[in-house]
């Protein structure tokens, strides 16, 4: 029995000692503070590199900076008005910022979706916003949206072709008329087509033709006019020569197929052609869009920034819109996707000497002297339908090697002009 007991007291003092020198469990730490959360929906930066780069190297810096986040997504123009009408009608607004196009920004600011930032932008004075493209981010003297990312087309050539240039010709002055005879050599030297559009329906063949059209002087969008049909004409003579890539009808972006060589030649946006461009700037040769009799015509755009009405937080957004509008992060933002112009006049002295500069100099050119047009898609039914009329006379004339008869060009006019909205 007594040693039962010595051995219970043993017991006894080994718990006591174990609890004396056991910590005592701290007190549940508060939860962390949520952070304030901006909704930032956006048309803009669409390509999965463009969207790494701008969270990145953009967005994040701000959030660190404000301990904030920026919720940061990708929305078409179409769902980004649909999503803003049901939370405008049913007083439930979400999304704090939006990025339109400027052919969309008019259905917002009718609709009353959008702030007013007309005496708030009067406050920024060490930026001027190009004046390029005011008559969309502006109605009735009052600013709505603030621009970004403005954009032209460019030339871009891969420097094999520079073999079958034609003669007299340079590239920062050659015409419409040269670069069809420079498609139609490669295609007779190398037996097939270098030249790159994008064939799929409903890309951006409308804004390719639509610059040609503009140097020869038809509208936007126009196909029967004189000018138009000397634009067609141009593009005659490289689909008779057999002179685009021979997948043309699958191309949806000449990115890769000039990045992969398929393509020697292309007209197209000017980040996109940035984007191959800076990729291997030996490889390539950089120039504005070729000139018509008129000038260097060119499809322009730009989206712009707007703060939705009812937004939760206005106030960060202000200051979110003010940091991304800066001279410097303008330049940082176009620079880093593909060769965006900055419509910032004070960016420009920003810009240095690397290969992606050059592309935003050239674009600046074009969209500073040539004869630009804007994209008027809120006039129509559907743009996507209006793209097509051009894309079927793409296919059933161009591509197939036929002549251009005005016949089919007023009937491509009448498809384009049933589009139009009615009211």
Request: negative net charge.
């Amino acid at each position: 029995m007594k040693k039962v007991s010595i051995l219970m007291l043993i017991a006894v003092l080994g718990v006591s000692l174990l609890t004396a020198f056991t910590p005592a469990t701290p007190a549940e730490a508060p939860p962390e503070q949520v952070k304030q959360t901006l909704v930032f929906s956006s048309r803009l930066f669409s390509p999965p590199q463009e969207q790494e780069y701008f969270i990145n190297e953009i967005i994040k810096p701000f959030e660190e900076e404000h301990g904030v986040i920026v919720n940061f997504q990708i929305i078409d123009d179409q769902t980004l008005l649909d999503r803003a009408a049901v939370q405008q009608s049913t007083n439930h607004v979400t999304t704090d910022i939006v990025v339109a196009h400027n052919s969309r920004m008019a259905e917002w600011i009718e609709a009353g979706w959008v702030e007013d930032m007309t005496e708030v932008v009067a406050g920024w004075t060490d930026r001027t916003f190009s004046t390029a493209f005011e008559g969309q981010t502006h109605m009735d003297g009052s600013q709505y949206f603030l621009p970004v990312g403005a954009d032209v087309y460019l030339l871009l050539a891969n420097n094999k072709a520079l073999d079958y240039l034609p003669a007299g010709a340079e590239l920062d002055t050659i015409t419409w008329e040269q670069y069809a005879e420079w498609g139609a050599a490669v295609a007779a030297g190398e037996g097939e087509g270098k030249v790159c559009i994008t064939g799929i329906p409903a890309k951006s063949w409308i804004y390719m033709f639509g610059g040609t059209g503009l140097s020869y002087g038809a509208g936007f969008p126009d196909v029967n006019s004189e000018g138009a049909m000397e634009a067609w004409k141009v593009w005659e003579t490289i689909g008779k020569a057999g002179g685009f890539v021979p997948t043309v009808l699958n191309i949806d972006s000449c990115v890769d197929p000039m990045m992969r060589e398929e393509s020697w030649l292309t007209v197209f946006h000017n980040a996109r052609a940035g984007q191959v461009y800076a990729s291997n700037e030996t490889a390539f040769t950089l120039a504005p869009a070729p000139t018509g009799p008129v000038g260097t015509g060119s499809i322009a755009g730009v989206s712009g920034y707007a703060i939705m009405k009812g937004s939760a937080n206005y106030d960060l957004a202000l200051q979110f819109l003010e940091y991304l509008t800066r001279p410097d992060i303008q330049v940082k933002i176009a620079k880093g996707t593909g060769g965006f112009i900055p419509p910032v006049e004070e960016a420009l002295e920003f810009l240095g000497n690397e290969a992606i500069d050059e592309v935003i100099n050239k674009a600046v050119l074009v969209l500073e002297n040539g004869v630009v047009s804007g994209v008027p898609a809120g006039d129509y039914q559907d743009w996507g339908a209006v793209k097509q009329c051009y894309d079927d006379i793409f296919e059933d004339t161009i591509l197939a090697g036929a002549d251009v008869t005005q016949a089919r060009l007023d009937e491509g006019q009448t498809c384009v002009e049933d589009l139009l909205k009615t009211e």
